[in-house]
């Protein structure tokens, strides 16, 4: 699986929009870039995922460089709930085995 | 629906005494893996399981043998426990491999090591 590289920590105000970068230049073509969260050493939540296209669900916004060599997770409207380390992983899909290997993430804090 | 269970919650072991770390899942996954987190730190693969039958090593193994008892039960084993397995570990399950869909995880399982 290609490593990945956060920044350890961001802020982001409430209300504003939260934007989370990863580096993923090594990932292959068969790999997905999956982004979970962890609030307060719960078990990690699943977030969202792509390939190569941007994603959107209810929770967030996944848009991935066209290379894809970078991703960037969009919180629109950030709550103070939304505050927990958030992970980025690329990991094998389709057909292939894929094991989810976690980095350290990127800790966000929001704040009134 | 559970999801991933695991049991138990919380536990304390004596340096030298074994256990078994318990997770079943109901979702009818092929994958299993079971990680353990360290204060301040991310989550680390000790082993996993890509389909019934099979497991394999992942990052931090030592210390640690694993059983895929059928398709719902991937068990954690620590035969003689030392202070620096202490952790909390987390067992999940999916179906990563095909339709690459989420993991689950379960809540996790304290463990101290005195």
């Known amino acids: 699986d290609a490593k990945t590289t956060q920044p350890p920590s961001m802020d982001c105000a409430e209300g504003r929009a939260a934007n989370l970068p990863c580096n993923h230049s090594?990932?292959?073509?068969?790999?997905?870039v999956y982004w979970y969260r962890q609030i307060h050493s719960q078990g990690p939540q699943y977030i969202i995922h792509?390939?190569?296209n941007n994603e959107t669900n209810e929770m967030a916004s996944l848009i991935i460089t066209e290379d894809r060599k970078s991703s960037t997770l969009i919180l629109p409207h950030a709550t103070l709930r939304d505050t927990a380390v958030y992970y980025c992983?690329?990991?094998?899909?389709?057909?292939?085995?894929?094991?989810?290997?976690f980095g350290q993430g990127t800790i966000l804090t929001v704040h009134p | 629906n559970a999801g991933v269970t695991q049991t138990p919650k919380f536990q304390v072991l004596k340096t030298g005494q074994s256990m078994t770390l318990q997770c079943a899942q109901d979702m009818n996954h092929n994958s299993m893996y079971w990680y353990r987190q360290d204060p301040g730190m991310g989550l680390r693969l000790i082993y996993y399981s890509a389909s019934e039958g099979t497991t394999d090593k992942g990052e931090v193994p030592n210390g640690y043998n694993v059983s895929r008892l059928n398709k719902r039960e991937f068990s954690l084993r620590l035969e003689s426990a030392a202070p620096s397995q202490t952790s909390v570990y987390f067992c999940a399950s999916s179906e990563l491999g095909r339709g690459n869909t989420e993991a689950f995880f379960g809540q996790g399982t304290r463990l101290t090591v005195v």
């Open positions: 792509g390939l190569k």
């Open positions: 992983i690329a990991a094998a899909g389709g057909t292939s085995y894929g094991k989810l290997t």
């Open positions: 090594t990932i292959s073509g068969n790999e997905y």
